[in-house]
C-alpha cells in the first residue's frame, strides 16, 4: 500500500520583494514552501528604473512580475504591518504562520501596485522630460546623479540644473569619485548647485525657492532625495528590541536577528558596517539562503556560514556610455566602469539570477 503521508515543507516568509528578498525567496523556492510578502506585484531592478524615465520600454525588462520567477512560492501583495513570534500579519488583515521569517524591507515604499501602472509611470515621466524645456533635480545622491546622467545624454538640449544639500556629491562614495562625477556633469552643461535645499512646497509658475535665498527657474523637477529606510513598521512588532538607534537591523554574523534564532535580516535594512548595495544585499540573500537550507534539510546549527562585510565597491552609470567607480580605495570614471554597468545596467546578469531570458 502506497504511504499518502506528505512531509510537510517548512515555511519560510520573506518580506520584501526588492533586490535582497527576490534572490532568497528564488533560491528556497524548491526547498521550503516560501511566501513572499511584497507591496507590490512585481520586482523592479532599482538601478534600472532612471534609463527607464527616459526610454520607458526599458522597463519592460527591469520590471518583473514576482510570479514569473517564483513559479513554486506563495505571493502575497500587501504591506507587512505585525510580526509574533510564529506570525506576520498584513495590511489586509491575513495571519500568516511561518518557521522562518526573512526581512528584507530595504528602502521601502512605492509608487505603483501592479507592473501595468509602473510601465504608465514611466511612459508619464518620459513625456514630463520630452516636453519641459529646463528640469530641476533635487538631491545628488545616486539617484539625482544618474537622472541627471540620462537626461543630459538624451535630451543635450534641455537645461539640466541639480541641487543637491550636501557640500559634494555621491557622499556614500569617496571624494574623488565625486569629484569626477561633478566634472562629468560640469561638461555637459548640468549646473549643479551644492550645499542649498529646495523647498518643493514654495513653487510657484516654474520658480524654486532655494535656501540660500536664490531661485532657480524649471518647467518641471524630479525629487531624487530618497527613500526612507523600510524598518517604521518593526517599531511596534516583537522585533522593536532589535532595531539600532538609526533604526536598522541588529543581525549576527549567520545574518539572524540578534536573539530571534528563526529570522533572518538581510539588504538596506541591516546594520552591517558596508556601503548599502544591491551587490551586497544579494550576497547576504546568497548566505541567508545557504544557512536557512542547512536550518531546514539538515537541522544543522554548527554549519551556518558567516557573512563577511564587504568593501567598497560601487558604479555611478553617467548616461548610456560613461561611469564613475568606486572600486575599494580606487576612484575611476569613464568608459571602463561604463562598459561594466551602463549599457544595460546589469539587467540581463540579474533577469539571469533570477532564471529569466535576458
Ligand atoms: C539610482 C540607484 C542606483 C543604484 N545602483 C546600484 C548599483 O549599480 N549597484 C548596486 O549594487 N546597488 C545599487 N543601488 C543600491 C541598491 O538598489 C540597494 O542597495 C538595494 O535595492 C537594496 O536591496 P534590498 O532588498 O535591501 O531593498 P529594496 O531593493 O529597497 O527592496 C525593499 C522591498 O521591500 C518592500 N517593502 C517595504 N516595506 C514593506 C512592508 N512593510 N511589507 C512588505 N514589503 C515591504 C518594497 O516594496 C521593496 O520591494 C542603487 C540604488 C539606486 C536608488
Redesign the pocket.
Known amino acids: 500500500m502506497e504511504d499518502s503521508r506528505e512531509v510537510k515543507k517548512k515555511v519560510v516568509i520573506v518580506?520584501?520583494?526588492?533586490?535582497?528578498?527576490?534572490v532568497v525567496a528564488k533560491t528556497l523556492q524548491d526547498n521550503a514552501d516560501v511566501v513572499l510578502?511584497?507591496?507590490?506585484e512585481y520586482?523592479?531592478i532599482?538601478?534600472a528604473?532612471?534609463r527607464s524615465s527616459v526610454e520607458p520600454s526599458f522597463a519592460e525588462k527591469s520590471v518583473i512580475n514576482h510570479w514569473d520567477y517564483l513559479p513554486n512560492a506563495r505571493i502575497v501583495t500587501?504591506?507587512?504591518?505585525n510580526i509574533t513570534r510564529n506570525e506576520v500579519l498584513?495590511?489586509q488583515g491575513c495571519l500568516i504562520a511561518y518557521d522562518y521569517l526573512v526581512i528584507?524591507?530595504?528602502?521601502?515604499?512605492?509608487d505603483a501596485r501592479t507592473r501595468t501602472e509602473k510601465l504608465s509611470h514611466y511612459r508619464t515621466e518620459h513625456q514630463k522630460i520630452k516636453s519641459a524645456n529646463s528640469i530641476l533635480i533635487v538631491g545628488g545622491?545616486?539617484?539625482g546623479v544618474?537622472?541627471a546622467g540620462e537626461i543630459s545624454v538624451d535630451f543635450p538640449d534641455k537645461k539640466v540644473t541639480l541641487v543637491h544639500r550636501g557640500s559634494r556629491l555621491l557622499e556614500f562614495i569617496g571624494s574623488k569619485a565625486a569629484r569626477m562625477a561633478l566634472d562629468w556633469l560640469a561638461s555637459k552643461n548640468v549646473e549643479v548647485i551644492l550645499g542649498q535645499s529646495v523647498d518643493l512646497n514654495s513653487v510657484s509658475d516654474g520658480v524654486y525657492r532655494i535656501s540660500g535665498g536664490e531661485t532657480v527657474t524649471a518647467d518641471c523637477h524630479f525629487d531624487?532625495t530618497?527613500?526612507p529606510m523600510?524598518s517604521s513598521?518593526l517599531r511596534e512588532t516583537d522585533l522593536k528590541n532589535s532595531l539600532d538607534i538609526r533604526g536598522r537591523l541588529m543581525v549576527d554574523a549567520n545574518l539572524r536577528v540578534k536573539g530571534h534564532e528563526n529570522v533572518f535580516g538581510?539588504?538596506?535594512?541591516?546594520d552591517i558596517p558596508e556601503i548599502?548595495?544591491?551587490?551586497?544585499?544579494?550576497k547576504?540573500?546568497m548566505v541567508a539562503a545557504k544557512n536557512l537550507k542547512l536550518l531546514i534539510v539538515e537541522g544543522k546549527e554548527s554549519r551556518l556560514a558567516k557573512y563577511k562585510p564587504a568593501a567598497p565597491?560601487?558604479?555611478?552609470?553617467l548616461g548610456r556610455k560613461e561611469a564613475v567607480a568606486q572600486i575599494f580605495c580606487m576612484s575611476i570614471s569613464g568608459h571602463i566602469p561604463g562598459m561594466i554597468?551602463s549599457k544595460d545596467?546589469?539587467v540581463g546578469k540579474m533577469r539571469r539570477q533570477l532564471g529569466l531570458k535576458s
Open positions: 518580506i520584501g520583494g526588492g533586490v535582497a528578498g527576490s510578502i511584497d507591496l507590490k520586482y523592479e532599482p538601478w528604473s532612471l500587501s504591506a507587512a504591518v498584513t495590511a528584507a524591507t530595504g528602502h521601502g515604499g512605492t545622491g545616486p539617484t544618474e537622472l531624487c530618497g527613500k523600510g513598521w538581510i539588504g538596506d535594512i541591516t548599502k548595495q544591491g551587490y551586497m544585499a544579494q547576504h540573500a565597491l560601487a558604479f555611478v552609470s554597468k545596467l546589469f
